[in-house]
């Protein structure tokens, strides 16, 4: 049974003409983490900074377990904030740090030495007790901001951008190190981030936002499998899906979606779904993620390689089709293909999804049986 | 004869060295990506190629010329920074003209020429707006533009996509690669990110503590690193690095790590008796299967953090972790038990002090 942690419900935020929160609502379960994702200026920050009480929505209610917190001033909540700038007080001892809003709690000293212990421990930061804080490395700052938060017990732990400063690769080991803590303590974590891949290797659920409203919640899988929206099919995924913008048009018995030279052939696709046509003679969109197009000498399609580009654990392979038209697959790191080679491809017609053009929301086909 | 070397380049500030005996050779019209963690001296490197400090010691060549004393204007480099001075009172027009108003150029040739590059790099739409009004990205266009615009023999840019969202930064760094391959600029690109440099280098210099490690091909650096710092620094997600003990003989390679035993084919020229060693494998090149099979290793899983096409799951087998790339299709759970499959041909063998491969 998941118990709501956290409630959002309805709320609304200007800034002078802007509308940096649109009417957004979600709830984020007990022992989870929740993230809010969306590029900058989306509204994700304001939406955490109304939760911690930082500020105030125009409209709208904001719950912390049975209680309606929206008039509480921040102090009164039991929410912790980690920044951007952890803001760790770098002249005072790690030790120190961690027992910060202890003592402010005036917590009896030996309880206060027992628990800083102890969160020491879980956070790798034993051996650094007694060193000053200013000294250590941004990991390191980081999992003390984390361990001052975690002290005073909060309800709901809240960060905001926490990486944003560290490099590509400290930034995946601490993500690991991050869940990993989150999931030895079991508190709830309400994160922010504009990186996907962050969002996506952190979270339980994800928000994704932009320009103030919330287009999904679902869990990464379900995010990145099944976008409701193109902003979230582009947004969501490294590379990035391939789209493919046209007219529906039926000629000879196939479908093809068509713009200026580009015609792509979906008759295969098409064929499994039930009221295709009334799509024909519409502007959609084709998505289609780069891990299910594949090289494949029989595809129907034909390209030239023009960018290898080295992406994790992989390659994306960006093939022009088309003047106007470039698609990436990936493909394994061994594999051998070099930049001008002709190839030709084919798509993992199961995996395509198609958007609306004017609305940029998922067309819903029925499948025929 | 390499279009710029750089010739056994050192630098210190004070006490500390930045640069240690760096060398290399950049070609006519490649891009060569200087790829390292911050503080590995790649700005240094840069701004000694552009002549804004000179090395401590070593000499830069262009076209076998000696430029290390000549002055930064004078080389005809252009350089964009990661936080490049956009001047914010000027139009986006103004700011690309400016470095050919500093020539006296005349104004119908300026026109023209900062025209043809808006064009080129898709921004002639900011022309007459002022830098507040730019995106992340077409501020670095626009820099970059005006580094373009004077022709300049070779092109540095220093981390230049270092301050744009992670979307951004990965649509520009394909751009950025079609870019050069249209116009063909020589150019030395630093940047932190291991796969950003693997994606525009032509070839790669990994930079790590002032020293370049290793210099090559892109899926040379990847497939075949030659140190156990370049294969971490360039394996994302990270590196399994695990302390072990091996022993070389005819033909084998017998690698103990934990309680698990590994054999591996080598040359059998490879010959050393059981010493310490360090093993490496990437979380890609590990595999696993739900059931029990021979040969395979049981653990748990611990951690599951999903990338998108497949999850990265972190998995306990006694007192070691390894980090596993797992495909969608095989689906599992925190806390299931799996069991591992290791190929040997992807394990890497480093020596402990060296940290250089001996597994080859």
Redesign the interface.
């Known amino acids: 049974m998941k118990i709501a942690k956290v409630r959002v419900v309805n709320v609304t935020k200007r800034f002078g003409d802007l509308v940096a929160v649109n009417n957004v609502s979600f709830e984020v379960y007990e022992g989870e983490i929740f993230t809010l994702l969306g590029?900058?200026g989306c509204g994700k920050t304001t939406t955490l900074r109304i939760i911690s009480g930082l500020e105030k929505p125009d409209l709208g209610k904001v719950y912390i377990g049975d209680n309606d917190v929206t008039t509480l001033p921040p102090q009164l909540r039991n929410v912790c904030l980690v920044f951007q700038e952890y803001a760790v007080f770098p002249h005072m001892s790690v030790y120190d740090n961690i027992a910060f809003g202890l003592r402010v709690r005036k917590v009896p000293k030996e309880e206060l030495s027992k628990k800083v212990r102890e969160l020491a421990e879980v956070l790798e930061l034993t051996d650094r007790l007694n060193t000053k804080a200013g000294r250590l490395g941004i990991s390191e700052q980081q999992r003390i901001a984390l361990a001052r938060c975690i002290a005073v017990e909060p309800e709901v732990l809240l960060l905001d951008e926490p990486l944003t400063f560290a490099?590509?690769?400290v930034r995946?080991?601490m993500?690991?190190e991050l869940?990993?803590i989150q999931?030895e303590l079991g508190v709830t974590m309400i994160y922010v981030t504009?990186?996907?891949?962050?969002a996506?290797?952190?979270s339980d659920r994800i928000a994704v936002m932009n320009k103030g409203r919330l287009l999904q919640v679902g869990s990464?899988?379900e995010i990145?499998d099944n976008p409701q929206s193109l902003f979230v099919a582009h947004?969501?995924?490294?590379?990035?899906i391939n789209t493919i913008e046209g007219v529906l048009v039926k000629e000879r018995g196939r479908f093809l979606v068509k713009r200026g030279e580009v015609a792509i052939d979906v008759s295969e696709f098409m064929s499994s779904y039930h009221n295709v046509e009334s799509l024909l003679g519409r502007n959609i969109v084709i998505g289609i993620?780069?891990?299910d197009v594949y090289l494949d000498v029989n595809g129907p399609i034909e390209g030239v390689v023009?960018?290898?580009?080295?992406?994790?654990?992989?390659l994306a392979i960006?093939i022009r089709v088309f003047k106007e038209l470039v698609l990436k697959a990936?493909v394994p790191?061994?594999e051998i293909v070099s930049?001008g080679e002709r190839v030709r491809l084919s798509f993992n017609l199961e995996k395509v999804h198609i958007f609306d053009k004017a609305t940029e929301e998922k067309v819903v086909l029925s499948r025929v049986k | 004869m390499p279009f710029l070397e750089v010739r056994d380049v050192s630098k210190k500030f004070g006490e500390k060295t930045v640069l240690k005996n760096v060398s290399l050779t950049v070609n006519r019209g490649e891009v060569l990506a200087i790829a390292g963690p911050p503080g590995s001296g790649k700005t240094t490197l840069l701004k000694i190629v552009a002549g804004l400090i000179s090395p401590t010691s070593g000499r830069i060549y262009l076209n076998g010329i000696d430029i290390t004393d000549v002055p930064p204007h004078i080389r005809g480099f252009s350089m964009v920074f990661e936080n490049p001075p956009v001047y914010p009172d000027r139009s986006g027009y103004e700011n690309i003209a400016f470095p050919l108003k500093l020539k006296n150029m005349p104004e119908a040739e300026v026109r023209k020429r900062v025209y043809e590059i808006a064009d080129l790099l898709g921004i002639r739409h900011v022309l007459d707006r002022k830098p507040s009004t730019f995106s992340g990205g077409e501020y670095q266009r626009v820099a970059l533009a005006r580094a373009l615009v004077t022709n300049p023999a070779v092109l540095l840019l220093d981390e230049p996509l270092r301050n744009l969202d992670a979307k951004i930064r990965e649509y520009m760094a394909v751009w950025l690669k079609q870019l050069q391959l249209k116009i063909g600029v020589t150019s030395i690109y630093s940047t932190h990110d291991p796969l950003e440099a693997l994606t525009i280098g032509t070839r790669v210099a990994v930079i790590l503590s002032g020293e370049i490690k290793q210099l090559g091909e892109p899926l040379t650096i990847l497939n075949n690193p030659v140190n156990l710092d370049v294969d971490d620094y360039v394996s994302i997600p990270a590196l399994n690095i695990f302390k072990g003990t091996a022993k070389a003989f005819r033909g084998k390679l017998v690698i103990n790590i934990d309680k698990v035993s590994i054999e591996k084919n080598v040359s059998s020229e490879l010959q050393f008796e059981e010493r310490n060693v360090i093993a490496a494998i990437r979380p890609s090149d590990v595999s696993v299967v739900k059931t029990y099979q021979s040969g395979t290793l049981s653990g748990k899983v611990e951690l599951i953090q999903y990338l998108g096409a497949n999850a990265l799951a972190t998995i306990r087998l006694n007192d070691i972790a390894i980090r596993v790339i797992i495909p969608k299709t095989i689906q599992i759970n925190e806390g299931d038990s799996i069991y591992i499959v290791l190929d040997p041909r992807n394990v890497r063998v480093y020596d402990v002090q060296s940290k250089q491969r001996i597994d080859l």
Do not use: N
Not at chain 1, 194 to 198: A, R, V, Y
Not at chain 1, 306 to 314: C, D, K, L
């Open positions: 590029p900058s490099d590509a690769k995946e080991k993500r690991r869940k990993k999931r504009h990186d996907q891949l962050e996506m290797m952190l990464p899988i990145y947004f969501i995924g490294s590379p990035t993620r780069p891990e023009e960018v290898i580009e080295v992406s994790g654990e992989r960006h990936l790191i061994h930049e």
